[in-house]
């Protein structure tokens, strides 16, 4: 058997030198390594890092390994960091395995980066590393998230990897997609633990996978191709999903489901699993109706924003014209069509789908090598222009700079070199993809008539409607031609009109891949109602078909996001590019990204509305990731805090600045606190804040503005102005509710309280429940003395010894008038209802004021409070477990109920897909059994309440 050359001695060809400053920074960052490389390696390197601001920083950050790589083979290298992944399952926590994980990644993304620029491998055989690499960390990662549950073994849960990654042609910064299984069987325990492991492991496996650490992440990860992601939790069972796909599975599921493949797990399993699902892939008849919905799926394609013509500046390799998803549609359709007669056609890799298909006769051998040759450039393109700053990115540069450095690092002699060779491989890809698409475009043709006007149904029309899934097709066609008369502010002017004609058959279309087609309608109805007007966002959705899919998809689950896109229709801006669905930003970006909006307003006015225009943008990410389940609710909880903390702290710096304008420098200090859900950093969608405001000054102080004003005043004005900032309603919409109640003396009380005062207040007339809000309380901002000083002080008044029995008859008297005041509705009123979350803050604080004078003060979060008074022993570890399994299940249910509705979810207004989606949150497959566990829990908690705190009902004085 050969021996396989090491990679330094697998160099075939480098790049010409784009910037030989870069070069000559990477030869000093690795000087030393260098020492131990041979000269044409090191040259390779210096070539790599002159084109490749990425490449520079991986070479930097593991210099010493730089010499070891490239002295051995590199698919030696490869399997090192693949034993990596699979050894990182011994891992002794979750943060150690990720580390172990994210180191692996760079060593296999230094290694096939290397491989590939230097022709050592070719490009799909790096596709294939990629591809292998991540199957060893999808499979450490499962098998260390099941270490750290209860379950000994894989066997009941196996992960699916979807598209490329199932084909084993991964792209070099591609995200993955997989589907978690699980079978309850197999797991050798009943329905709901199975359930409950299987989707804390698939949660704890996406979150090993993406999360951003200081050594980077391993792949982005995305669950959203299991069945209907809206309404189903990130691990589904099998016999769930086997019904979902015999029910209600569409083409492009089908479509998904060419390049499925088991990765991890319980291998077994997914190989039955894709055997039952053969026959709903791979229909056993010429399927025509593919070929309609495939002509959908390729318009819309080309409005977005690949492009519907050819070009060089800016055209994306992948979605545009002539590009990698035209070659991959090419085979893919065929193999629906025509792969239920003739197994041969069932690859799961494109080219080897393109030589069976010209194998068996279907498309000529000159249509198979033209398609081939350009799968393999583009795919060689793609992986440069991702090589760049290891963004996922597929869009040609637009820059004569950028552009020169994507040309030499492609392998060209100049840009003019690789314009010609790109374009004349789009046209190509186009011409072979126009031969098999020859369609006239117009919908009826496709889909059947659509006529709306007249005063009766049409019923050809009503037909077309039916075959599009819709049950209540007469109430369809009656709203539409309801449209068309001019009855809605939106439809009011004959441009809106013209333009609506146009987007009903796209609209029909989408609304019929959704779960419930009639349901999603009156959904989107219900938002063209709350338009001012349309002919704007008509246009936008005309010119961006896709954007229907997710908007109906939000819609359908959040009536209360629908409600948000009718009057800000910003937000379906950020549906366009589908960055809606992305990761949100790092919670500690945020500060900053406030920050420069509000800086950069030209004047007071306009930084009010930047604010709001990007909390309403930022909250729109997590709160429709959060809706439709992409996003736990824990984590959007921190979000939602951060986006306020940021928001609070830019507007209070340009309230002051005002302050500054009109009156001048004060010689003293001032603090915002947030109480409650703001100061435990449990915020959710639609939380007010509660904000009380502290200042430090000596009485006798005067601003030393033009309108100079005494230390009181001062003061009192600036909150005023501040709780106006965060307030007020202005053209982009108010921001927050702001409730000061809870300051000292409340309502009665001054605004501004000087800290002398806060400290005589709490010492001397402060009730219990003032001392309770206190236990949540956490200064927002500005940094410095006074900060630390009110920390300080709040800590102190929280460790005062307090009469035990006292403290018990204030804190249940306290629930009382609460429950008398706001009384829960149903079992769904999670925060009000007896047993609920108010129930459970309230024992938190009721053990913060009884033990902090012995043990300190506790996390301000209720979840992190309970862990730790079950630490310290003051909650046994069977009431503390029943406290947190209740928090978990009563806080999801209110931040997805704050998400999807605005308010108290409502199981009698609620649709098929809202109902889903709570009986999910609930862990449980059906919202009778959701139910009935809300139920069980608040009982159990209303107990340990009157265990623990002392029954409300016979403490009211």
Same mark, same amino acid.
């Given at each position: 058997?050969?021996?396989?050359?090491?990679?330094?001695?697998?160099?075939?060809?480098?790049?010409?030198?784009?910037?030989?400053?870069?070069?000559?920074?990477?030869?000093?960052?690795?000087?030393?390594?260098?020492?131990?490389?041979?000269?044409?390696?090191?040259?390779?390197?210096?070539?790599?890092?002159? %084109?490749?601001?990425?490449?520079?920083?991986?070479?930097?950050?593991?210099?010493?390994?730089?010499?070891?790589?490239?002295?051995?083979?590199?698919?030696?290298?490869?399997?090192?960091?693949?034993?990596? &992944?699979?050894?990182?399952?011994?891992?002794?926590?979750?943060?150690?395995?990720?580390?172990?994980?994210?180191?692996? @990644?760079?060593?296999?993304?230094?290694?096939?980066?290397?491989?590939?620029?230097?022709?050592?491998?070719?490009?799909?055989?790096?596709?294939?590393?990629?591809?292998?690499?991540? $199957?060893?960390?999808?499979?450490?990662?499962?098998?260390?998230?099941?270490?750290?549950?209860?379950?000994?073994?894989?066997?009941?849960? +196996?992960?699916?990897?979807?598209?490329?990654?199932?084909?084993?042609?991964?792209?070099?910064?591609?995200?993955?997609?997989?589907?978690?299984?699980?079978?309850?069987?197999?797991?050798?325990?009943?329905?709901?633990?199975?359930?409950?492991?299987?989707?804390?492991?698939?949660?704890?496996?996406?979150?090993?996978?993406?999360?951003?650490?200081?050594?980077?992440?391993?792949?982005?990860?995305?669950?959203?191709?299991?069945?209907?992601?809206? /309404?189903?939790?990130?691990?589904?069972?099998?016999?769930?999903?086997?019904?979902?796909?015999?029910?209600?599975?569409?083409?492009?599921?089908?479509?998904?489901?060419?390049?499925?493949?088991?990765?991890?797990?319980?291998?077994?399993?997914?190989?039955?699993?894709?055997?039952?699902?053969?026959?709903?892939?791979?229909?056993?008849?010429?399927?025509?109706?593919? #070929?309609?919905? +495939?002509?959908?799926?390729?318009?819309?394609?080309?409005?977005?924003?690949?492009?519907?013509?050819?070009?060089?500046?800016?055209?994306?390799?992948?979605?545009?014209?002539?590009?990698?998803?035209?070659?991959?549609?090419?085979?893919?359709?065929?193999?629906?069509?025509?792969?239920?007669?003739?197994?041969?056609?069932?690859?799961?890799?494109?080219?080897?789908?393109?030589?069976?298909?010209?194998?068996?006769?279907?498309?000529?051998?000159?249509?198979?090598? #033209?398609?081939?040759?350009?799968?393999?450039?583009?795919?060689?393109?793609?992986?440069?222009?991702? =090589?760049?700053?290891?963004?996922?990115?597929?869009?040609?540069?637009?820059?004569?700079?950028?552009?020169?450095?994507?040309?030499?690092?492609?392998?060209?002699?100049?840009?003019?070199?690789?314009?010609?060779?790109?374009?004349?491989?789009?046209? %190509?890809?186009? @011409?072979?993809?126009?031969?098999?698409?020859?369609?006239?475009?117009?919908?009826?043709?496709?889909?059947?008539?659509?006529?709306?006007?007249?005063?009766?149904?049409?019923?050809?029309?009503?037909?077309?409607?039916? @075959?599009?899934?819709?049950?209540?097709?007469?109430?369809?066609?009656?709203?539409?031609?309801?449209?068309?008369?001019?009855?809605?502010?939106?439809?009011?002017?004959?441009?809106?009109?013209?333009?609506?004609?146009?987007?009903?058959?796209?609209?029909?279309?989408?609304?019929?891949?959704?779960?419930?087609?009639?349901?999603?309608?009156?959904?989107?109805?219900?938002?063209?109602?709350?338009?001012?007007?349309?002919?704007?966002?008509?246009?936008?959705?005309?010119?961006?078909?896709?954007?229907?899919?997710?908007?109906?998809?939000? =819609?359908?689950?959040?009536?209360?996001?629908?409600?948000?896109?009718?009057?800000?229709?910003?937000? #379906?801006?950020?549906?366009?590019?589908?960055?809606?669905?992305?990761?949100?930003?790092?919670?500690? $970006?945020?500060?900053?990204? &406030?920050?420069?909006?509000?800086?950069?307003?030209?004047?007071?006015?306009?930084?009010?509305? %930047?604010?709001?225009?990007?909390?309403?943008?930022?909250?729109?990410?997590?709160?429709?990731?959060?809706?439709?389940?992409?996003?736990?609710?824990?984590?959007?909880?921190?979000?939602?805090?951060?986006?306020?903390?940021?928001?609070?702290?830019?507007?209070?710096?340009?309230?002051?600045?005002?302050?500054?304008?009109?009156?001048?420098?004060?010689?003293?200090?001032?603090?915002?606190?947030?109480?409650?859900?703001?100061?435990?950093?449990?915020?959710?969608?639609?939380?007010?804040?509660?904000?009380?405001?502290?200042?430090?000054?000596?009485?006798?102080?005067?601003?030393?503005?033009?309108?100079?004003?005494?230390?009181?005043?001062?003061?009192?004005?600036?909150?005023?102005?501040?709780?106006?900032?965060?307030?007020?309603?202005?053209?982009?919409?108010?921001?927050?509710?702001?409730?000061?109640?809870?300051?000292?003396?409340?309502?009665?009380?001054?605004?501004?309280?000087?800290?002398?005062?806060?400290?005589?207040?709490?010492?001397?007339?402060?009730?219990?429940?003032?001392?309770?809000?206190? +236990?949540?309380?956490?200064?927002?901002?500005? %940094?410095?003395?006074?900060?630390?000083?009110?920390?300080?002080?709040?800590?102190?008044?929280?460790?005062?010894?307090?009469?035990?029995?006292?403290?018990?008859?204030?804190? /249940?008297?306290?629930?009382?008038?609460?429950?008398?005041?706001?009384?829960?509705?149903?079992?769904?009123?999670? @925060?009000?209802?007896?047993?609920?979350?108010?129930?459970?803050?309230?024992? &938190?604080?009721?053990?913060?004021?009884?033990?902090?004078?012995?043990?300190?003060?506790?996390?301000?979060?209720?979840?992190?409070?309970?862990?730790?008074?079950?630490?310290?022993?003051?909650?046994?570890?069977?009431?503390?477990?029943?406290?947190?399994?209740?928090?978990?299940?009563?806080?999801?249910?209110?931040?997805?109920?704050?998400?999807?509705?605005?308010?108290?979810?409502?199981?009698?207004? /609620?649709?098929?897909?809202?109902?889903?989606?709570?009986?999910?949150?609930?862990?449980?497959?059906?919202?009778?059994?959701?139910?009935?566990?809300?139920? /069980?829990?608040?009982?159990?908690?209303?107990?340990?309440?009157?265990?623990?705190?002392? $029954?409300?009902?016979?403490?009211?004085?």
């Amino acid at each position: 058997m050969n021996k396989q050359p090491s990679l330094a001695d697998a160099i075939q060809h480098a790049p010409a030198v784009f910037d030989p400053d870069a070069a000559q920074r990477f030869r000093d960052e690795c000087k030393d390594a260098l020492v131990n490389i041979p000269p044409h390696a090191s040259d390779f390197l210096s070539a790599v890092a002159s %084109a490749s601001p990425y490449l520079r920083r991986l070479f930097a950050r593991r210099k010493s390994a730089l010499a070891n790589i490239l002295a051995v083979p590199a698919e030696t290298s490869l399997e090192a960091a693949i034993s990596s &992944c699979h050894q990182s399952e011994m891992a002794d926590d979750a943060n150690q395995q990720m580390k172990l994980l994210r180191e692996a @990644k760079a060593d296999a993304a230094l290694v096939i980066a290397l491989a590939d620029i230097a022709g050592a491998w070719p490009v799909m055989r790096a596709t294939d590393g990629l591809s292998r690499f991540a $199957d060893a960390a999808v499979n450490g990662a499962l098998l260390g998230a099941i270490k750290r549950s209860r379950l000994e073994t894989s066997d009941g849960i +196996v992960v699916l990897a979807m598209g490329k990654h199932g084909a084993f042609e991964l792209n070099y910064s591609s995200d993955i997609d997989l589907v978690v299984l699980f079978d309850p069987e197999r797991m050798n325990i009943d329905r709901f633990d199975a359930q409950k492991y299987a989707v804390g492991i698939a949660r704890d496996l996406v979150n090993l996978m993406q999360m951003q650490t200081a050594d980077g992440y391993v792949f982005r990860t995305d669950l959203r191709l299991r069945p209907d992601p809206g /309404a189903t939790a990130p691990a589904v069972s099998v016999r769930s999903a086997e019904t979902y796909y015999e029910s209600y599975g569409q083409n492009w599921e089908r479509m998904a489901f060419i390049k499925a493949r088991p990765c991890a797990g319980d291998i077994a399993l997914g190989e039955e699993f894709l055997k039952t699902l053969r026959p709903f892939i791979w229909r056993k008849y010429l399927d025509y109706a593919t #070929i309609e919905d +495939v002509h959908a799926v390729k318009r819309q394609m080309h409005s977005a924003k690949g492009g519907r013509d050819v070009a060089f500046e800016g055209h994306d390799v992948k979605l545009g014209r002539g590009g990698i998803r035209e070659i991959e549609f090419y085979a893919q359709t065929q193999q629906l069509i025509l792969g239920g007669k003739n197994p041969s056609l069932r690859h799961r890799a494109t080219l080897d789908a393109l030589s069976a298909l010209a194998e068996t006769g279907v498309i000529e051998t000159d249509a198979r090598d #033209i398609m081939t040759e350009s799968y393999l450039y583009l795919r060689h393109v793609e992986h440069r222009l991702q =090589m760049i700053n290891d963004e996922q990115t597929h869009r040609l540069p637009a820059s004569q700079s950028d552009i020169e450095r994507l040309s030499i690092f492609v392998g060209a002699n100049d840009p003019t070199e690789f314009r010609q060779k790109i374009l004349e491989t789009f046209h %190509a890809v186009e @011409k072979c993809y126009d031969a098999l698409f020859e369609d006239d475009e117009d919908p009826q043709k496709r889909l059947g008539p659509m006529v709306f006007t007249g005063v009766e149904a049409h019923p050809a029309t009503l037909e077309t409607l039916e @075959k599009l899934g819709f049950q209540r097709a007469g109430d369809v066609s009656a709203a539409i031609r309801r449209w068309h008369t001019g009855s809605m502010r939106a439809t009011k002017t004959e441009r809106a009109r013209t333009l609506l004609t146009k987007l009903v058959p796209p609209l029909l279309e989408a609304l019929a891949k959704a779960s419930d087609p009639d349901e999603a309608f009156f959904a989107f109805e219900k938002f063209l109602e709350r338009l001012p007007a349309g002919v704007q966002i008509f246009s936008l959705f005309l010119n961006n078909l896709d954007v229907f899919d997710a908007l109906i998809r939000i =819609m359908t689950i959040s009536p209360y996001l629908g409600r948000e896109f009718s009057k800000r229709t910003n937000l #379906i801006e950020r549906l366009l590019d589908n960055r809606w669905s992305a990761p949100p930003p790092a919670t500690s $970006d945020y500060v900053t990204a &406030c920050e420069a909006m509000v800086d950069a307003a030209p004047d007071y006015e306009a930084a009010l509305n %930047a604010a709001r225009r990007w909390v309403s943008e930022q909250q729109f990410q997590v709160t429709a990731q959060l809706a439709v389940g992409l996003i736990a609710p824990d984590i959007a909880s921190s979000h939602f805090t951060k986006i306020a903390d940021a928001a609070i702290n830019a507007l209070l710096a340009a309230a002051m600045e005002e302050m500054k304008h009109q009156h001048g420098e004060i010689d003293g200090e001032f603090v915002v606190i947030g109480l409650g859900r703001l100061g435990a950093g449990e915020m959710t969608a639609t939380s007010d804040i509660d904000l009380m405001f502290v200042y430090d000054a000596q009485s006798e102080e005067q601003s030393n503005g033009k309108r100079p004003l005494g230390v009181v005043e001062y003061f009192s004005r600036f909150v005023r102005r501040a709780v106006t900032a965060l307030s007020a309603a202005t053209e982009e919409g108010a921001l927050f509710e702001v409730d000061m109640q809870l300051r000292p003396s409340g309502k009665a009380g001054p605004a501004a309280v000087r800290f002398s005062a806060f400290h005589n207040y709490y010492r001397d007339e402060a009730w219990t429940w003032e001392a309770m809000s206190l +236990v949540k309380a956490r200064v927002i901002g500005p %940094a410095g003395a006074l900060a630390d000083k009110v920390e300080a002080e709040i800590q102190e008044i929280l460790a005062r010894q307090r009469d035990e029995e006292s403290l018990g008859i204030d804190v /249940a008297n306290m629930r009382m008038r609460l429950d008398a005041a706001k009384p829960g509705n149903s079992a769904w009123d999670v @925060k009000n209802v007896v047993g609920g979350l108010t129930d459970i803050a309230f024992i &938190c604080q009721y053990l913060t004021l009884r033990h902090a004078h012995k043990v300190g003060r506790p996390p301000r979060a209720v979840r992190q409070s309970l862990q730790w008074f079950k630490e310290q022993q003051m909650l046994t570890a069977k009431d503390a477990t029943s406290l947190l399994d209740a928090h978990s299940i009563f806080e999801a249910v209110l931040q997805v109920s704050r998400a999807a509705t605005g308010g108290v979810y409502s199981p009698e207004r /609620a649709g098929e897909a809202l109902r889903s989606r709570m009986a999910s949150v609930c862990g449980e497959e059906d919202h009778l059994a959701a139910e009935k566990a809300l139920k /069980a829990h608040q009982d159990t908690v209303a107990q340990l309440f009157a265990s623990i705190v002392g $029954d409300r009902n016979m403490r009211m004085n």
